[in-house]
């Protein structure tokens, strides 16, 4: 059961949805490096990151617990992607692209931590 996070919706989507910020990111301004482009960066990896994390405790509560974290890394990259489109450094497309993403990223995780605290009463 070591990949298990592998199988799961919610670690998917927001795995395929950080390599799709990075791509954006890669084009932010270099005097962004250290600051909006790595803060970026960490938001979006953070979120599978967590659900994969989560996914090696041993209840459901811990897991549930990983999943906040998750979920909030993903309203932190939600902010950040406004802030980086009110600096002019995608158009209103990509914006609304990757906020469709991200929607659809904190629904499957809701959802995943639906699923856990079903199972676990």
């Known amino acids: 059961?070591?990949?298990k996070f592998e199988k799961l919706d919610a670690w998917k989507y927001s795995k395929d949805?950080?390599?799709d910020v990075y791509k954006?990111?890669?084009?932010?301004?270099k005097l962004e490096i250290f600051s909006l482009t790595s803060q970026t960066n960490r938001a979006c990896v953070s979120i599978p990151a967590n659900v994969a994390e989560g996914c090696s405790r041993s209840s459901n509560k811990d897991?549930?617990?990983?999943?906040?974290?998750?979920?909030?890394s993903a309203f932190e990259l939600k902010t950040l992607i406004e802030i980086a489109f009110e600096r002019g450094y995608f158009d209103s497309s990509v914006k609304d692209i990757i906020d469709e993403k991200i929607t659809k990223c904190i629904m499957l995780i809701f959802g995943l931590k639906r699923s856990l605290n079903e199972s676990s009463k």
């Open 17 to 19: 949805l950080a390599v």
């Open 63 to 72: 897991f549930s617990h990983f999943l906040e974290i998750s979920l909030g």
């Open 1 to 3: 059961m070591i990949n």
């Open 24 to 29: 954006i990111t890669d084009n932010y301004p």
